[in-house]
Structure formats: C-alpha cells, structure tokens
C-alpha cells in the first residue's frame, strides 16, 4: 500500500504571496491532519479533515485554512506568508481517530 | 503550556545496550500515545502505540510503558542499533485527531 504523499517537496515563497500545499492519504483513510515543525515550536496540529468536513482545529491564525475533497485528497492553504511561516508541513492520514501515518512533508520557505 | 514533556532533550547509548525515553503529560483527557522516529527533513515514522487501558505494548524490539497515575510513559528499545540514531518524540491524543506532540529527544547510538 503506499504511504502519504506530499506535493510539493520543497518550495520558496516571498512575503505576501500565498501557497497551497497538497496531501494523498492512505488508500482508504478518510481523515486527513496538519501540522507544522518549526525549529521554536516543534510539531503543532494546524486542522483535521474528516470526510470533507473540518473535524478540529489548532490555534493556528485564520491566513491557514484547508479543505478535503471526495477523495479523501486535502490541501493546505497559508495566504499573505509572513517569515514566521517557514516550516516543515506534515500531512498525516489515518482511517479514522487511530494511529496518524506521515507524509514526507513540504519545506515551504518564505523570503 | 505544555502539555506533553520529554525532559531529555538528548541520550547516548551504546550499541546492544537498552536506550529509555521518558514522556510525562498533563491532560488527564489523553487516552491513546504513541512514539514517532524521525530523520530531519522527513515525516516522522510511526514506531508504536499505547491505549489508555493497557500499562505495556510490545513489538519487537521497542515496548511502550504507560503509568497512568503518574501521566508518565516510557520507551525501551532493546537491543540499541546504530539504524535507531534519530530524533524520537512521543504524542498523546484525546478521543480525536489532535495529536500533541513532546519537544523530542535525539538519540544517538554509538558502535
């Protein structure tokens, strides 16, 4: 079975602009999870997506948003990128609330 | 206010002896725990996980401890491998998808 997969790998941002970042789950999973890994933070749950519905969310200020499509695929929104936002964003899938599989993540920086 | 602890922020161990990492939390609303490997730059790899209802769970060479009354859950690996150097963090959700992750301890394993 293949893994999380993220899309893009790695990507350069300058302030202002925004970014989408995208997320295949499991086959089968239907529940899709963010997070950010900064160096000062660590790891911090951004949303949850469970079948096209936004099931949690972090404290995360609203420029971060998401969505989750019939099949099951979520992508991450971030609008009017500040420095601050540079990070590795994880994507992880699990069938329902059980164990979260990880993807390889997306190393967004922003100028 | 952090809610999952790992006090440890490094340990070194010498191949074939045992490595423990610790975990204290807060929430008495977490019910399931997990411990994730990572590499830098990757998602984290899932290694094992722990119910609220249980005290141990193996799987080979890794076994989860949890001490409810106390909040504290412990990681042994055993034997050590040099393949087992990698940052080590420990989760904890409540009944939900919102994991909260510990600050990670690296572990280095020396031949």
């Known amino acids: 079975k293949a893994g999380v997969t993220q899309t893009p790998r790695y990507l350069i941002k300058t302030r202002g602009q925004q970014v989408t970042l995208s997320c295949s789950p499991i086959s089968g999973h239907r529940s899709v999870s963010w997070y950010q890994q900064t160096p000062g933070q660590g790891l911090q749950f951004l949303f949850e997506y469970f079948s096209e519905t936004q099931r949690n969310k972090g404290n995360f200020p609203g420029r971060f948003s998401g969505r989750q499509f019939s099949n099951s695929r979520s992508e991450m929104n971030v609008s009017t990128l500040e420095l601050g936002d540079s990070a590795l964003y994880l994507c992880?899938?699990?069938?329902?609330?059980?164990?979260?599989?990880f993807g390889p993540g997306t190393r967004l920086t922003v100028l | 206010d952090q809610q999952v602890k790992q006090n440890s922020p490094s340990l070194s161990v010498q191949e074939g002896r045992i490595s423990i990492l610790n975990c204290d939390y807060t929430n008495s609303m977490f019910d399931y725990f997990l411990w994730y490997k990572k590499y830098p730059a990757e998602g984290p790899t899932f290694l094992i996980s722990i119910s609220s209802i249980k005290d141990k769970n193996e799987d080979g060479r890794f076994t989860v401890f949890l001490n409810k009354s106390a909040k504290h859950l412990s990681l042994h690996i055993v034997p050590s491998q040099p393949g087992d150097s990698a940052v080590y963090f420990c989760?904890?959700?409540?009944?939900?998808?919102?994991?909260?992750f510990g600050g990670g301890t690296r572990v280095l394993v020396k031949p």
């Open positions: 989760a904890a959700q409540p009944a939900g998808n919102k994991l909260t």
């Open positions: 992880a899938s699990s069938w329902d609330t059980d164990t979260q599989y």
